[in-house]
């Protein structure tokens, strides 16, 4: 089946580190995607793993993939206001065919000052 | 570099009316997919199109349909409407290449809302 769930919210203090967890059902998912949207905008690409991948890091962007749970985070390094924003985890199991995307219901981070 | 750009930004139809919603793909992409999002959800797939002909296709009833044009652009038009179809509708544009992943990218999004 096709499911992609995610915690709804998640507040945290400017300078310290966000961790967003989504879990994932489908076990032939080839691809995880991490996007981003702002209010009133559409998603932006953060970054991405191959299900045969561990770990991703990106500037202050890690993604831990574990596979044997189907857990996915996305760990972001000292976090901004900026970085205010809804987060989506999306699993695609065509990979290089249609490419169709799953999405999670997003989790909303918010940044204190 | 043009990313993806939809059009328009807004639109506001009643009951039983018809819409049209364009997109143009970012620069180099060849296959357009379009997304729903209500209120507080993650967006849905509808259908993706490549080489001008519908690809795959989510869980949508055929009151949505689409096309594509030989520059790669795309629109979306959905028949009947009815108030459950009031959401941001969003476009996604990716290179369709057999061996590597490429990722969608998307555009800002049309909000309709239905009256």
């Known amino acids: 089946g096709e499911d992609v769930e995610q915690s709804l919210f998640l507040s945290v203090r400017e300078g310290d580190s966000s961790v967003i967890n989504c879990t994932y059902t489908d076990s032939s998912s080839t691809y995880l995607y991490w996007y981003k949207q702002e209010p009133g905008a559409g998603l932006q690409l953060l970054t991405y793993?191959?299900?045969?991948?561990d770990m991703k890091q990106d500037q202050r962007l890690t993604v831990l993939l574990n596979k044997k749970d189907k857990h996915l985070s996305l760990r972001i390094a000292d976090t901004q206001t900026g970085d205010s924003a809804i987060y989506f985890c999306?699993?695609?199991?065509?990979?290089?065919?249609?490419?169709?995307?799953?999405f999670g219901t997003g989790t909303l981070l918010a940044v204190q000052p | 570099d043009a990313g993806v750009t939809q059009s328009p930004t807004h639109l506001i139809k009643t009951r039983g009316q018809q819409v049209t919603l364009r997109c143009s793909p970012k620069?180099?992409?060849?296959?357009v997919s379009w997304y729903q999002q209500a209120l507080g959800q993650g967006p849905q797939f509808i259908f993706q199109?490549?080489?001008?002909?519908?690809?795959q296709r989510g869980n949508f009833p055929d009151r949505f349909s689409g096309h594509q044009f030989p520059n790669y652009s795309s629109e979306l038009n959905v028949n009947a409407l009815l108030l459950g179809d009031s959401a941001l509708y969003l476009c996604?544009?990716?290179?369709?290449?057999?061996?590597?992943?490429?990722?969608?990218?998307f555009g800002d999004g049309t909000r309709l809302s239905i009256l």
């Open positions: 793993i191959f299900s045969n991948m």
């Open positions: 620069s180099g992409h060849d296959t």
């Open positions: 999306a699993e695609s199991m065509d990979g290089g065919a249609t490419n169709k995307l799953i």
């Open positions: 199109y490549y080489e001008e002909e519908e690809r």
């Open positions: 996604a544009s990716s290179l369709a290449k057999s061996n590597s992943n490429q990722p969608q990218h």
